[in-house]
């Protein structure tokens, strides 16, 4: 029968490092010497512990095993081989069964404890079970914490009070910018369904912070005697940090697409052209989509089909646009357009297209109304993939270093046998890119965001039930798209990295490229080496083509395969027609060049 030997713990208080041995657990072969230690670290304000077991295996062989496992679960926690054929075989393992670290602000009737899950050993024949590690360190000058609370919410009757007719704002990020006095560091705290937030600070060696919320809220909601841009303190705790958020009328009336980042010929694909509202006041209008006459629309396979189509053109009125609506920041109306491009585009081919909406008296910002893309014509391609804009020159993505922030996009697909209930998506942000600046720009379905952590945000699709590529290859895809700034004064050759990973239910992780931009000197000099919004119909022409171009001041020439010049000419935007009566039937190549940035076009003479 096995002999039980229960741990007793002797205590030394040293310095703040507690230490405890006891008396061996021994059954058969097995001897087995627990060393356990914990100590408090003021200047981390959390208490650490070390778990090991001095193992001695009488009887022991090459080859021999000594397994640890959770009693409960039956999970091995760690294990070991006598690889040398010592007999006695004397090992150390560290099986982890308490928490290695306690913070300070879990501190219980000033004792930090470290209680473990019951443990089995396990060599051969013998086990010793109901192997518990305990300790508990008398911690006496913990790190001292204090809570921030307050409320998020629209005051419609501007009285600076929440009451009868306020609306709660959820899931808003609030964040403490700490300054300690040596350091910085920062905490949030998000709103729930009654706009209420709290956060706990650590006090110790603070010496001030600063309480926001995230400036793109600043817009609509422009700051108040009542409801400032951030709140600066010196103490703990504060209670009613309100952020009583009061309506402007501006609106800022925005026309975007989200669109998979490459296409194939003949294989369906979604098009997801929206407008949104980033203002308090209503916004009725039409959103208007120019296809690449390269693809056949299927409004039966659509999401809210258009209301008027004439030839590539593609219409629908939206109505009461506005962020209120939904009691969120980011509200918009979005089809999903299915289109299939024709058999006869080929790789290396782009199809483009042009969003629009309509401009409104109060639309303080009209350029953003008009958005252009374009989408590469490949064969077989990565459908997890991480875009960036601007994309910049070279390998190394090289962007002047005048610009202050960067889009990008995250593509996902479900190429599994299954739909996807739940997918989501973890970015990590580059040290050198602004987090309190994220600000989010589309999603191809409900979506909500969260912090992990000061710089890591995770996208979440629940419920989004994503349908496999074989089911039905067009809605198997799914995208975000966020904005964030550059911090400021960052140095010639500062490189900005980003990728993310894509989980799929309980599937592992599956990590996108790596989208990389280069902060280097190119005095006007454009990010982009590629001109957008270029499209050219019809294609294969008979005797006439026409050309759609987005730029002033551009140039159009038109060459055989072999380079040969046939046509060269100066434009300005906007639509020009081009004969071509006089060619024989083939290929040529139509380039038009705008400063640095260009784009070449196949075209086809029948």
Not at 153 to 166: F, K, R
Not at 578 to 585: C, H, K, N, R
């Amino acid at each position: 029968m096995m002999k039980k030997n229960y741990l007793l713990l002797i205590s030394l208080l040293l310095l703040g490092r507690f230490s405890a041995s006891a008396q061996a657990y021994v059954t058969g072969d097995i001897t087995a010497f627990p060393m356990l230690s914990a100590n408090h670290d003021s200047t981390q304000c959390a208490s650490f512990s070390t778990e090991m077991y001095n193992f001695t295996i009488a009887n022991s062989f090459l080859g021999d095993q000594l397994i640890i496992k959770d009693q409960n679960t039956g999970f091995v926690m760690t294990s070991a081989t006598n690889t040398t054929g010592a007999n006695p075989w004397m090992i150390t393992l560290m099986p982890m069964s308490m928490p290695p670290v306690v913070p300070d602000f879990a501190i219980t009737a000033g004792m930090a404890v470290f209680g473990g899950t019951p443990m089995k050993f396990i060599c051969g024949s013998d086990t010793i079970t109901n192997v518990f590690s305990f300790l508990q360190l008398p911690v006496t000058n913990p790190c001292q914490y204090g809570n921030v609370s307050g409320r998020v919410y629209i005051d419609n009757n501007a009285d600076c009070a929440y009451n009868t007719g306020d609306v709660p704002l959820v899931s808003v990020p609030a964040a403490a910018a700490i300054n300690f006095t040596s350091g910085s560091g920062s905490q949030y705290g998000y709103s729930n369904a009654s706009g209420q937030y709290t956060m706990q600070l650590q006090q110790s060696w603070m010496t001030n912070y600063t309480v926001s919320i995230p400036s793109n809220y600043q817009f609509i909601f422009p700051a108040t005697t009542c409801s400032p841009a951030s709140y600066s303190f010196t103490s703990l705790p504060q209670t009613n940090v309100d952020f009583s958020l009061q309506c402007s009328s501006q609106i800022d009336v925005q026309s975007a697409a989200m669109a998979p980042p490459s296409v194939r010929p003949g294989i369906a694909f979604l098009l997801h052209p929206y407008v949104s509202n980033t203002g308090c006041d209503t916004a009725t209008g039409v959103l208007t989509l120019i296809k690449d006459p390269n693809t056949v629309y299927n409004a039966a396979l659509s999401t809210n089909p258009a209301t008027y189509v004439n030839g590539d053109t593609l219409k629908w009125n939206f109505v009461n646009l506005t962020n209120l609506s939904t009691g969120a920041y980011w509200n918009s109306f979005m089809a999903g357009v299915h289109l299939t491009p024709n058999t006869t585009v080929n790789i290396g081919d782009t199809l483009c297209f042009t969003i629009t909406s309509t401009v409104l008296s109060n639309d303080v910002n009209a350029a953003n109304n008009q958005y252009s893309i374009c989408i590469p014509v490949v064969n077989a391609y990565d459908p997890n993939v991480k875009e960036v804009s601007p994309k910049g020159l070279g390998v190394n993505g090289q962007i002047p270093t005048t610009t202050n922030h960067l889009d990008y996009t995250i593509h996902f697909q479900n190429t599994g046998t299954a739909p996807a209930i739940n997918v989501s998506v973890i970015d990590t942000l580059d040290a050198d890119l602004d987090a309190s600046s994220l600000r989010i720009l589309g999603a191809s379905h409900s979506m909500n965001a969260q912090w992990l952590s000061s710089n890591v945000v995770k996208f979440n699709f629940n419920n989004i039930m994503l349908s496999d590529s074989i089911t039905n290859e067009p809605k198997s895809h799914g995208q975000v798209r966020f904005s964030i700034n550059l911090k400021p004064g960052l140095a010639v050759g500062t490189q900005l990295t980003n990728k993310a990973s894509i989980y799929f239910d309980t599937n592992p992780a599956i990590v996108t490229n790596t989208a990389i931009n280069t902060l280097a000197l190119l005095s006007s000099v454009s990010p982009l080496n590629t001109l957008q919004g270029v499209m050219l119909y019809p294609n294969p022409a008979s005797d006439r083509f026409s050309i759609d171009i987005p730029n002033d001041a551009s140039s159009i020439s038109m060459t055989t395969v072999s380079g040969q010049v046939l046509r060269k000419q100066v434009v300005n935007r906007g639509i020009h027609t081009l004969s071509i009566q006089d060619l024989a039937s083939g290929i040529y190549f139509v380039q038009v060049n705008s400063g640095n940035q260009q784009v070449v076009k196949k075209l086809i003479k029948e």
